[in-house]
């Protein structure tokens, strides 16, 4: 924000009115201070013709306080709004999605739909920026049974927008690697049902092309908290498309890999990233 020192007009007995400098420190205010110059000039010429006409002396201090006061309001209405505030900036991502051919191929169906809203402060080109995001997560289920027991497998498409101040990137997830991804994610991806998963390894990768764009997928080994443990495979993958970057997230115990990865390869291959539903 820039900063400015201002001494107002003094009048004192017949003393001409001095006018100090009006110092802004920031070339953007250059235009202001010529026009405020301009003005600051006017009025000291109206206090001047005040000052000399005939005026009865009971009723000077009244004229001279209206006038100084005139001065004042006119420079505090030329001020107003100049100094710099905080600027506020709002990014909003395209919700992404699995087509209903690539539900119905991967036999998983919709879940859950969220808008989930993020609120910080960056710093760019040496100023404070409020910043809002809204990023997308949608959810995908599909219930399995093993031994008996019943599973319910979840996959996700989480789109956030890529954040650009003045030049400047500030969405993390441009730099995570894929395991810190998987990491930074997991406490939302267990409010909808994923397990927690501990000891994880990444155990391999592969390619996929998702919205005409080659993208890794990278194939990692954990366990679940709890007991009994469970050997679970994750897949997950990171790209950007249109402004937003991409997400795509799935998982399943390792016993069934050979049948339930492919069913998540399909729906990584099987998204919609526009408005239209």
Known sequence: ??????????????????????????????????VLAVRVDETSRRLRSIISSPVDISDMTLTRRKALLTAGTTL?????????????????????????????NAG??????????????????????????????????RSISQRGISRELVAAIFTSPSISIVGQQFNPLADLGLKELLERTQGRFSDYGAPQLQEVTRSGEFSIQSLATETTVGVFSAV??????????????????????????GGYPQSVTETERQRVRTLFENIAHDSSE
């Not at 107002?8 to 003393?15: A, E, F, K, V």
């Not at 107003?80 to 119905?104: D, K």
């Not at 739909?113 to 995908?140: F, K, M, P």
């Open 108 to 141: 998983y169906n919709p879940d859950q739909q969220e808008e989930i809203i993020q609120q910080r402060t960056v710093e760019a080109a040496g100023q404070e920026r409020d910043v809002t995001v809204t990023n997308s997560l949608r959810t995908y289920t």
């Open 76 to 104: 505090t209405a030329l001020l107003s709004g100049c100094g710099a505030t905080q600027q506020e900036f709002s990014f909003t991502a395209t919700p992404g999605r699995i087509t209903q051919q690539g539900l119905s």
């Open 224 to 249: 679940t908290a709890g007991t009994p443990a469970v050997d679970i495979e994750v897949l997950i993958s990171r790209f950007k498309h249109d402004g937003d970057y991409i997400i795509l997230r």
């Open 1 to 34: 924000m820039s900063s400015y020192l201002f001494n107002p007009p003094i009048i004192s007995g017949d003393t001409p009115i001095s006018y100090h400098t009006l110092d802004i420190i920031s070339e953007d205010w250059a235009a202001t201070t010529s």
